[in-house]
C-alpha cells in the first residue's frame, strides 16, 4: 500500500484502492475508485470521478434497486470537494 502525504498532484490518474491519500490536493484529475480499501484525506478540485470493477457494480445495482437514477448524468459531485479528514 502506498502512502502519499502532502502532496499536490495536477492532471493524473489516482487510483484510490490500496493507497493511502493524507493530506493531499487532488487538481484537475481523472480520480478513479475500483471498490477497494481506501485511507483518504484530500481536497479535489475540477476532477473526475470514475468508478470501475466492484465500484461500479455496486453502482448499477443501487440504480437497479432504485436507489440511485439510472441517469448517471444527474448525479452530482460538486467540483471542491473534501473527503475524508479526522
Known amino acids: 500500500m502506498a502512502v502519499i502525504r502532502d502532496a499536490t498532484i495536477t492532471r493524473e490518474r489516482i487510483i484510490l484502492d490500496e493507497n493511502i491519500y493524507e493530506n493531499c ?3 484537475k484529475c481523472q480520480i478513479v475508485y475500483r471498490g477497494g480499501p ?3 484525506n484530500f481536497r479535489a478540485t475540477d476532477c473526475v470521478w ?3 470493477g466492484c465500484a461500479l457494480n ?3 445495482f443501487l440504480q437497479t434497486v432504485g436507489m440511485l437514477p439510472q441517469d448517471a448524468s444527474r448525479l452530482h459531485i460538486t467540483p471542491n ?3 475524508g479528514g479526522a
Open 25 to 27: 490536493i487532488l487538481e
Open 50 to 52: 470514475v468508478f470501475e
Open 81 to 83: 470537494v473534501v473527503v
Open 58 to 60: 455496486t453502482i448499477k
Open 38 to 40: 481506501v485511507q483518504i
